[in-house]
């Protein structure tokens, strides 16, 4: 497994401004990822954070609004930029591990953050 | 259509009994299917995994895959009010190296 935390793990802002979340994970993942969960509704997909390269973006979402970091193995940062109360939400960071099975068999399995609860007024 | 389907609920289910959470998924190069549990305000916590055809114990909870009719259930035994969570299932596609979330299912365990 992994211990992940995230910062912060809630806030209020005001429409236009941006807010950066943090995460950090407690052991070397290659696979980090941003979601969003809105109130009611499932996990979203943001992006996938790639060390050392840019983050590969889902379908609706763009690296100017969502701006993402990657500098090492066990850190990131989503930014959400020109904030607006549409981007009000629980924003969540995730890792994928992977775990031995058995002697031979191995298997990824994902892990989450706490969540940043983020309300835009 | 969406890779993988969920009822959203609620299943409510009274102390003791059985609840039965079903998922659907749409990809045959599915390789690996999770079950997260999800309480109100928290973030999903992993309950368990599987990977082959069958049923898979942990505790309370049994996993059950038939990739034939590309569905995976989790059983929860003897209910608790405490098992009142939303339920996600999730598979991973090996291919794109992603998981795929359903919308979950709500549980309510009444006492």
């Known amino acids: 497994s992994a211990v992940i935390s995230q910062k912060p793990s809630r806030d209020i802002c005001q429409r236009g401004t941006s807010l950066t979340i943090q995460c950090q994970v407690d052991?070397?993942?290659?696979?980090m990822f941003w979601y969003r969960q809105q109130p009611g509704q499932s996990l979203t997909l943001i992006a996938t954070?790639?060390?050392?390269?840019?983050?590969?973006?889902e379908s609706g979402f763009v690296i100017d609004k969502f701006p993402i970091s990657r500098p090492n193995l066990t850190f990131s940062t989503l930014t959400v930029s020109n904030m607006s109360p549409e981007d009000s939400s629980i924003y969540l960071c995730?890792?994928?591990?992977?775990?031995?099975?058995?002697?031979?068999?191995?298997?990824?399995?994902?892990?989450f953050g706490p969540g940043t609860r983020l309300l835009v007024l | 259509q969406k890779e993988v389907e969920q009822n959203s609920g609620p299943l409510s289910v009274p102390e003791g009994a059985i609840a039965s959470l079903n998922c659907t998924y749409s990809?045959?190069?599915?390789?690996?299917f999770f079950w997260y549990r999800q309480y109100s305000g928290k973030s999903p916590e992993l309950i368990m995994f599987?990977?082959?055809?069958g049923d898979k114990e942990d505790g309370r909870f049994t996993a059950q895959l038939n990739k034939a009719s590309q569905y995976v259930s989790l059983l929860i035994r003897d209910s608790q009010p405490s098992d009142s969570a939303t339920y996600l299932c999730?598979?991973?596609?090996?291919?794109?190296?992603?998981?795929?979330f359903g919308s979950g299912t709500k549980l309510n365990v009444k006492p």
């Open positions: 995730s890792v994928m591990v992977e775990g031995s099975i058995s002697q031979f068999a191995y298997q990824e399995t994902q892990y």
């Open positions: 052991s070397q993942v290659t696979m």
């Open positions: 954070a790639n060390q050392g390269s840019e983050a590969t973006y």
């Open positions: 990809d045959r190069g599915s390789q690996s």
């Open positions: 599987i990977y082959s055809n």
């Open positions: 999730a598979v991973l596609l090996y291919n794109f190296n992603k998981f795929y």
